[in-house]
């Protein structure tokens, strides 16, 4: 990649959205009010906006080796808690995507160094749904679905969080999960049960 062409690249850029408001950053550089936060992969095939069909200002987005929101990360909930508390978003989306290299090397036995914490994390995810993943015999679909449960798994470490049941009960905050299927474009909806999750977990996450 030649490093000069993206300078050049942000010059007509930059033009192209003057020639159409002459504003255009300066009403930037007022503020934003995203409605959405965006977690998702750091995967350089998938980008939030792009996918979405969003403009800027529209989506909060965090990237990380496949879409983890674990309570000991402090980027992931540094960026939830400015989202949710600060933001005023009213929905947490969390978006994986088929072939995704992190959960396919959590499904392997390698010692990936500085890896392997972050990957234990979707390893724990194999572990708690191993019965229905070891059902699976072909290995393209339960890589598959280990993303899908990924992130269902990632949903509920999200509304495990003080800030999102609180901004539920305020405003009704909604946690979604979906799936980027990188073969077709699509975007997928796990239509994961937000309110059935929390529910489920009310007696031992509940926090008032």
């Known amino acids: 990649m030649n490093i000069d062409q993206i300078f050049k690249n942000n010059r007509e850029w930059v033009q192209s959205k003057l020639n159409i408001d002459a504003h255009y950053f300066e009403n930037l550089s007022e503020g934003q009010n995203p409605d959405i936060l965006y977690i998702g992969c750091s995967d350089s095939r998938v980008t939030a906006e792009e996918l979405m069909g969003v403009a800027p200002g529209d989506a909060f987005v965090h990237r990380n080796i ?9 980027s992931a909930m540094s960026v939830l808690d400015y989202a949710v ?10 978006c994986g995507h088929y072939y995704c290299g992190g959960v396919k090397a959590a499904m392997q036995s390698a010692d990936l160094g500085i890896l392997n914490p972050w990957l234990r994390n979707i390893r724990d995810v194999y572990r708690i749904h191993r019965k229905e993943l070891n059902l699976i015999q072909d290995e393209e679909l339960k890589y598959k679905r280990l993303v899908e449960l990924n992130v ?3 949903c509920i470490n999200v509304i495990k969080t003080a800030q999102v049941q609180k901004a539920y009960r305020d405003r009704g905050l909604t946690v979604h999960g979906w799936v980027f ?28």
């Open 152 to 154: 269902q798994e990632q």
């Open 66 to 74: 496949a879409n983890m929101v674990p309570n000991t990360d402090l």
């Open 85 to 94: 508390v600060h933001l005023k978003v009213n929905h947490v989306v969390i």
């Open 181 to 208: 299927d990188i073969k077709s474009g699509k975007l997928i909806d796990l239509k994961i049960n937000f309110r059935e999750i929390l529910q489920g977990i009310m007696e031992i996450y509940r926090l008032s």
